[in-house]
């Protein structure tokens, strides 16, 4: 009984330190342009999808790049939790998602969430 005490604490100290990571990075991009967030390494834009499938247990993933004459050193990590967005009329707050890094090398990533989300994403871009 105490094991599952200490397990509910750590999880909820997990999740509140997701959330507090949620809200910075929600801050920090409202204030920054999306060059700067380009120049710190802080965002990749503009991407290409270049694979989508399914992995065990049915999670969707997507395969993106960035183009090598736009690639900059980069703050990502395997782990990681990112935010999508889509940049319509230079407002990239309006329609975003997040994910989480599956794996990642000097201009492609791969990441893995609900595919709903992203694909809202997607479709804008088509209407657009």
């Known amino acids: 009984m105490r094991e599952i005490k200490r397990l509910t604490a750590l999880q909820e100290a997990v999740e509140k330190e997701k959330k507090h990571e949620v809200e910075t990075f929600k801050q920090m991009i409202s204030v920054k342009s999306l060059h700067q967030?380009?120049?710190?390494?802080?965002?990749?834009?503009?991407?290409?999808?270049?694979d989508n499938g399914y992995t065990l247990g049915e999670y969707p993933y997507y395969t993106v790049e960035?183009?090598?004459?736009?690639y900059?050193?980069?703050?990502?990590?395997?782990g990681a939790v990112i935010q999508f967005f889509h940049?319509?009329?230079?407002?990239?707050?309006?329609?975003?998602?997040?994910?989480t890094i599956y794996?990642?090398?000097?201009?492609q990533a791969i990441f893995s969430d609900k595919r709903e989300e992203f694909d809202k994403l997607v479709d804008a871009d088509y209407e657009s």
Do not use: M
């Open 37 to 50: 967030l380009t120049e710190e390494g802080l965002a990749w834009y503009p991407l290409s999808i270049v």
């Open 66 to 70: 960035i183009a090598s004459d736009k």
């Open 72 to 78: 900059r050193p980069h703050q990502f990590k395997s």
């Open 87 to 99: 940049n319509h009329n230079g407002d990239i707050n309006s329609l975003s998602c997040s994910a």
């Open 103 to 107: 794996y990642i090398s000097k201009n």
